[in-house]
């Protein structure tokens, strides 16, 4: 079988999609580590509209290696500020992890990637990250796994000196490159994380799909995923809530399960967990690609299925509002597996009524304030060009 199905996905911008499943990101050379005398790290700022924070030498020159790499400028950061203040001195030895906030997705893809160097460490070294926010939960449950202790962690808000600051690369730069060292920090977590578990072959075998709908959002992301979630449980599938669970179950679950079906967005980003090979279907909510994803099922090498079940009238970033449909796309998904489901007719119409009303008024609640234009994504780039969000209008709008 193809490693990538596009048989279940909607014409509009599909050769671009081929383009970045081409994309060769997987690498396998030595990782480059900068040691750094008396550095002082600098915690996230954004200074004149420029996000900065990174590692700077005693004489205030900007360590590069410090700074964070991809693909889309909007997620880069990197620079150095005057603080304003002196720096709090430190008499440690440290390992800078970098910037860290709460999101899963950015905590997998972006944020643990230079951690491949305190793997295999005899000796525990101190590790300083910068956060205004305490590293805890599922995060720390990851630290865990992989052999950092909770006391060798450092937090710092304000600008601090060490007396050596260790910088190792970031073995992930999204939609850049990928080092084999990133993989091997998954790897290691989910060997240590199945000692751990106490049921080694519960989800063995087993189909599995993982719904957002039991997350306490005020306002949701999307509407319209229980009626793709009640088609999986009607097939068979195993409906699992991923934070009703614990971080060593979770990855059970992904090592063993024969297929895994979730929404596009974070869920799938857990497939880094997932052994190489393993079949993932991918519910999309949205016509623009999520990069990190197109990585994560190139370095696991895992047998993608993308199925468009969205009406996406509008280019939104990660907030959305979205639009998930049961539409064509997923039917032909459904029957081609000889799986249930149901024809498409009238009530199915009536739905796509009812969440076009849900999504005007909450459109507007979510981007009444954005200050920049939501890119469409373009083979190599990103664009916001008049003519692709008019074709995204028209090509939705005739769905309907």
Not at 27 to 41: A, F, K, S
Request: charged share 30%.
């Amino acid at each position: 079988m193809d490693a990538f199905n596009y048989k279940y996905m909607d014409e509009l911008f599909l050769e671009n999609y081929k383009a970045m499943d081409q994309m060769t990101i997987c690498e396998d050379r030595e990782l480059r580590v900068e040691i750094v005398e008396n550095g002082t790290v600098l915690p996230y700022k954004v200074v004149n509209g420029e996000k900065r924070a990174g590692v700077v030498n005693e004489n205030g020159e900007y360590i590069e290696l410090s700074g964070f790499d991809a693909i889309s400028p909007v997620d880069q950061w990197g620079g150095s500020y005057e603080p304003e203040e002196k720096p709090a001195m430190i008499d440690e030895e440290v390992v800078y992890f970098g910037r860290f906030w709460k999101h899963w997705g950015h905590f997998l893809m972006d944020m643990v990637s230079r951690m491949w160097y305190v793997m295999d460490k005899e000796t525990s070294c101190r590790i300083v990250y910068d956060s205004q926010m305490e590293m805890e939960g599922v995060y720390l449950e990851f630290l865990h796994l992989l052999g950092i202790k909770t006391e060798q962690l450092i937090r710092v808000d304000k600008p601090t000196r060490f007396r050596k600051v260790i910088i190792p690369e970031c073995s992930h730069k999204p939609g850049i490159s990928c080092n084999q060292k990133y993989k091997e920090i998954f790897d290691r977590v989910a060997e240590n994380a199945l000692v751990n578990f106490e049921k080694p072959d519960l989800y063995k075998g087993r189909k599995i799909y993982f719904t957002r709908r039991q997350l306490n959002l005020r306002v949701p992301l999307e509407i319209g995923e229980g009626e793709i979630e009640e088609l999986f449980q009607r097939n068979n599938y195993l409906i699992v809530a991923p934070e009703k669970h614990s971080l060593s179950e979770q990855i059970a679950m992904l090592r063993q399960a024969d297929t895994i079906a979730c929404i596009a967005g974070t869920l799938p980003h857990n497939m880094m967990f997932a052994k190489d090979g393993t079949r993932l279907v991918i519910i999309r909510k949205t016509n623009k690609p999520n990069y990190r994803q197109v990585d994560v099922n190139a370095i696991r090498s895992l047998n993608v299925t993308n199925v468009d079940a969205h009406i996406s009238l509008k280019a939104v970033g990660p907030a959305g509002p979205f639009i998930v449909d049961y539409n064509r796309n997923v039917m032909n998904y459904f029957r081609d597996n000889h799986m249930v489901c149901d024809s498409i007719g009238i009530k199915q119409h009536l739905r796509r009524l009812k969440k076009l009303l849900w999504y005007i008024p909450v459109y507007i609640l979510r981007n009444r304030n954005a200050k920049r234009e939501v890119p469409l994504y373009d083979g190599r780039g990103f664009s916001t060009t008049e003519t692709a969000k008019k074709e995204l209008f028209r090509f939705y709008i005739k769905r309907l």
